[in-house]
């Protein structure tokens, strides 16, 4: 994994399985004006090697965080989603994950989903 990225935002990011890198980036640039800005995204552990997600990361020059069902779980978000919860054991993905990598920061946009990319935003604390 490569370096932190220099801002203080971090894009959570779910995703339908199939989702090409080009969705996640448009997704992400729906919620983040200036790529210089992002820390890192974050997500689900096992997105958080599939090729889209790391691909978008890559080209904008970040790490991707992955988290557990279980600590996404443990992490109170305003839009919960009882078909996320049934599809990968947590009721949050996008969400939960900003929050969580941005070290329990505030979210700035709550999730917003197109094209199968579900995107959150969260400011780091530290």
Do not use: C
């Amino acid at each position: 994994m490569g370096s932190l990225g220099g801002g203080d935002l971090v894009v959570g990011v779910g995703l339908r399985d199939g989702v090409g890198p080009d969705a996640v980036l448009d997704a992400i640039s729906a919620v983040v004006d200036d790529p210089t800005e992002l820390h890192a995204l974050a997500t689900l552990e096992r997105k958080a090697t599939e090729s889209s997600v790391a691909i978008a990361a890559a080209e904008l020059g970040v790490p991707v965080l992955g988290y557990t069902a279980d600590e996404l779980a443990a992490v109170h978000v305003p839009s919960p989603s009882g078909r996320v919860a049934d599809a990968v054991g947590t009721p949050s993905v996008a969400e939960a994950a900003a929050v969580l990598g941005s070290g329990g920061g505030d979210l700035v946009v709550r999730k917003r989903a197109r094209d199968g990319v579900t995107v959150a935003l969260a400011r780091t604390v530290w």
